[in-house]
Nanobody
Framework: QVQLVESGGGLVQAGGSLRLSCAAS????????MGWFRQAPGKEREFVAA????????NYADSVKGRFTISRDNVKNTVYLQINSLKSEDTAVYYC??????????????????WGQGTQVTVSS
C-alpha cells in the first residue's frame, strides 16, 4: 500500500509559479509511474502530466504543455509538478496518483492505483 500526500498549493496571482510536491510513504515508488491530475469545481478530474518510473519519459495535457513540468526523485520518494505562467483556468484541486505498471504513461484516471487527497491551487486574476 502506498500513501501519497500532496503539498505546495496555495493562492497565487496569474502569471506566477508554484511547485507542488507529492511525498510517498509505505513503500518505494521507484517502480511506479506517477501522474498529476486536477479537478475544478463542477468538472471532472482531468489529466495534467505523467512520468514513467525511470523519469525518462513524460506526457502532458495540451493545456499545460510548456508551462508545467513533472519530475521525480526516487531517492526522496517524491514527485514534483512545477507550474509556471499560471492562469485562472488552472484553479483546481491537484491530485497525485501512482500506477503500479511503471513502464507506460497513462492519462486515464481509471489506470491509476493510488491517489492522494489533493492540494488546492487558486489563481487570482
Amino acid at each position: 500500500q502506498v500513501q501519497l500526500v500532496e503539498s505546495g498549493g496555495g493562492l497565487v496571482q496569474a502569471g506566477g509559479s508554484l511547485r507542488l510536491s507529492c511525498a510517498a510513504s509505505g513503500r518505494t515508488i521507484s517502480t511506479y509511474a506517477m501522474g498529476w491530475f486536477r479537478q475544478a469545481p463542477g468538472k471532472e478530474r482531468e489529466f495534467v502530466a505523467a512520468i514513467t518510473r525511470s523519469g525518462r519519459s513524460t506526457n502532458y495535457a495540451d493545456s499545460v504543455k510548456g508551462r508545467f513540468t513533472i519530475s521525480r526523485d526516487n531517492v526522496k520518494n517524491t514527485v514534483y509538478l512545477q507550474i509556471n505562467s499560471l492562469k485562472s483556468e488552472d484553479t483546481a484541486v491537484y491530485y497525485c496518483a501512482a500506477r503500479i505498471n511503471g513502464l507506460l504513461l497513462q492519462s486515464l484516471v481509471s489506470r491509476y492505483d493510488y491517489w492522494g487527497q489533493g492540494t488546492q491551487v487558486t489563481v487570482s486574476s
